[in-house]
């Protein structure tokens, strides 16, 4: 279980997280939704340890992050995957080397067994004898696939994504929701997935939250998220021109 304790953070005088609480309780897909520039993947960051809070904490398991760096930075990052926005693999290495990079850093694993590892992860995310493929010869959707066999080649206990559908067709977007509900199932990873992409959020919440203007102003399910009275969940949900948020003019 991760909670997050009255986070806070700033950049100069921006104040982006104002004080966040959120427990994300294990085996649950949890979804985090907010305006672009909400504070989202600064969320995610904290939670990986890559950006550190001006107030507040935050408890792996029971065991504050702080205390983890401290000890042993191996320990979290193996507990975590991480499918970034745009998958960010490695042009210059085969999709073997990139899914393989983290056993060879991290483990002393034989080559075989690295090589059977990376398979099984392929087989896993739809992509059985790619091994040899170079990034450039994939889609946009293998490239989100091949992440993700990497986010998963540890066997993380914690799979974080950050708008895994951002830039995909609708069918390929579709795709990428099945499996993280597939890995949600066979593996029992806890995911934590951040998207403003609200038809994916149905297809893969089991929560939803929503950040705005540094706190969280909605917490609950699929249903309680389509019925708020909160005006301003309403509106970021239903799409809607009109409502307390003004979007800001464009300027020519
Ligand atoms: N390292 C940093 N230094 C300064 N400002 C930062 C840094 N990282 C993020 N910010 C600022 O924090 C705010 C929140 O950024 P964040 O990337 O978390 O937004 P987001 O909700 O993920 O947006 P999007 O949906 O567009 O990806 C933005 O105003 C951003 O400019």
Same mark, same amino acid.
């Given at each position: 279980m991760i909670n997050i304790v009255n986070l806070k953070k700033s950049f100069d005088d921006k104040v982006v997280l104002r004080g966040v609480n959120l427990d994300i309780y294990d085996g649950?897909?949890?979804? $985090?939704?907010?305006?672009? !520039?909400?504070?989202?993947? $600064?969320?995610?960051?904290?939670?990986?340890?890559?950006?550190?809070? %001006?107030d507040g904490y935050i408890l792996i398991d029971d065991v504050p992050i702080k205390k983890i760096r401290q000890k042993d930075l191996f320990f979290l990052r193996k507990q975590f995957g991480f499918l970034f926005q745009g998958a960010a693999l490695f042009d210059s290495m085969t999709?073997?080397?990139?899914?393989?990079?983290?056993?060879?850093?991290?483990?002393?694993?034989?080559?075989?067994e690295i090589r059977l590892k990376v398979a099984e992860k392929l087989e896993m995310v739809g992509l059985p004898g790619?091994?040899?493929?170079?990034?450039?010869?994939?889609? !946009? !959707?293998?490239?989100?696939?091949?992440?993700?066999?990497?986010?998963?080649?540890?066997?993380?206990?914690?799979?974080?994504?950050?708008?895994?559908?951002?830039?995909? %067709?609708?069918i390929m977007a579709a795709n990428i929701d099945h499996l993280i509900n597939e890995l949600n199932e066979k593996i029992k990873?806890?995911?934590?997935?951040?998207?403003?992409?609200?038809?994916?959020?149905?297809? $893969?919440a089991d929560r939803v939250v929503m950040l705005h203007m540094g706190k969280i102003i909605f917490? !609950?399910?699929? %249903?309680?998220?389509?019925?708020?009275?909160?005006?301003?969940?309403?509106?970021f949900v239903h799409a809607k021109m009109e409502g307390p948020v003004k979007p800001k003019p464009v300027k020519y």
């Amino acid at each position: 279980m991760i909670n997050i304790v009255n986070l806070k953070k700033s950049f100069d005088d921006k104040v982006v997280l104002r004080g966040v609480n959120l427990d994300i309780y294990d085996g649950e897909k949890l979804v $985090v939704i907010g305006r672009s !520039g909400c504070g989202k993947s $600064v969320l995610l960051k904290h939670i990986l340890n890559l950006m550190q809070p %001006d107030d507040g904490y935050i408890l792996i398991d029971d065991v504050p992050i702080k205390k983890i760096r401290q000890k042993d930075l191996f320990f979290l990052r193996k507990q975590f995957g991480f499918l970034f926005q745009g998958a960010a693999l490695f042009d210059s290495m085969t999709v073997a080397e990139n899914i393989a990079l983290p056993l060879h850093e991290h483990t002393n694993l034989t080559d075989k067994e690295i090589r059977l590892k990376v398979a099984e992860k392929l087989e896993m995310v739809g992509l059985p004898g790619t091994e040899k493929l170079y990034p450039s010869e994939l889609s !946009g !959707g293998m490239k989100k696939r091949v992440g993700l066999a990497r986010a998963i080649i540890m066997d993380p206990k914690y799979v974080l994504y950050d708008e895994p559908t951002t830039g995909l %067709d609708p069918i390929m977007a579709a795709n990428i929701d099945h499996l993280i509900n597939e890995l949600n199932e066979k593996i029992k990873v806890t995911s934590v997935i951040v998207t403003h992409d609200m038809q994916s959020v149905s297809r $893969v919440a089991d929560r939803v939250v929503m950040l705005h203007m540094g706190k969280i102003i909605f917490n !609950g399910s699929l %249903d309680e998220l389509y019925s708020t009275d909160n005006a301003v969940v309403d509106q970021f949900v239903h799409a809607k021109m009109e409502g307390p948020v003004k979007p800001k003019p464009v300027k020519y």
